[in-house]
């Protein structure tokens, strides 16, 4: 089955630094979505992307659709500690999950 | 975006038993599906609940254990049958709402441990 390899597995930062991380596939996507998650709570959508080579932003945060349709990234500008949680990727027609990065922020 | 219930949002059951969980939607919504997110894990995805027949089971996943219901267009129940310790998972609703361009939002899931 499809599977996506998101890394890092977990990041220890300071606040105000800059947080990126990524996710690769062997199969193409047609949607890339990046979701947050925080404990006792379900995933919360951040940025869509449906175009290879898209490149959208959040306030924040920064995504883009690799030009391949394999890979997506995301990053975190002047990280501050509302920022942790744990960070998805998916993969869609069908949603596919990475195995997520969590977050920490030294304050 | 579409606001998800689900309910209930924790519980902690012997094993043998059943548990229904329900997911209400505040808008009619295509597809709804169920995932299960174990200890420390990513998703995974159960079933796509389909209104009106049965659902669409993902490999490693069968009626028998996961039944689902969607009598509706805003609501789904999924029920963890025969339950045992490594049924002890999140268990989360998902809707892509008519029109959303494969965006899905998720339920607050239930938090379901069996002893």
């Known amino acids: 089955g499809q599977q996506l390899n998101q890394s890092p597995q977990s990041m220890f930062i300071q606040e105000g630094e800059d947080v990126s991380m990524n996710c690769t596939s062997s199969?193409?996507?047609?949607?890339w979505l990046w979701y947050k998650q925080e404990p006792g709570e379900g995933p919360v959508l951040l940025i869509a992307?449906?175009?290879?080579?898209e490149l959208t932003s959040n306030g924040r945060l920064t995504a883009q659709f690799g030009i391949t349709r394999k890979d997506s990234f995301l990053n975190i500008s002047a990280s501050i500690p509302s920022d942790v949680g744990i960070y998805f990727c998916?993969?869609?027609?069908?949603?596919?999950f990475g195995q997520g990065t969590r977050l920490t922020i030294n304050p | 975006s579409a606001v998800i219930s689900q309910k209930p949002s924790r519980d902690i059951c012997q094993r043998g038993t059943s548990l229904t969980i329900q997911c209400q939607v505040d808008?009619?919504?295509?597809?709804m599906f169920w995932y299960r997110q174990q200890p420390g894990q990513s998703l995974t995805l159960i079933a796509t609940?389909?209104?009106?027949?049965?659902?669409?089971?993902e490999s490693g996943f069968v009626i028998d254990k996961f039944p689902i219901s969607r009598p509706n267009l805003t609501f789904s129940t999924l029920t963890v049958s025969n339950m045992s310790p490594e049924d002890s998972s999140i268990y989360l609703c998902?809707?892509?709402?008519?029109?959303?361009?494969?965006?899905?939002?998720f339920g607050q899931g239930t938090r379901l441990t069996v002893v």
């Open positions: 992307l449906y175009k290879a080579g």
């Open positions: 808008s009619q919504v295509t597809m």
């Open positions: 998916a993969g869609a027609q069908k949603l596919v």
């Open positions: 998902s809707v892509e709402p008519t029109g959303a361009n494969t965006e899905a939002f």
């Open positions: 609940a389909n209104q009106g027949s049965e659902a669409t089971y």
């Open positions: 199969s193409i996507f047609n949607t």
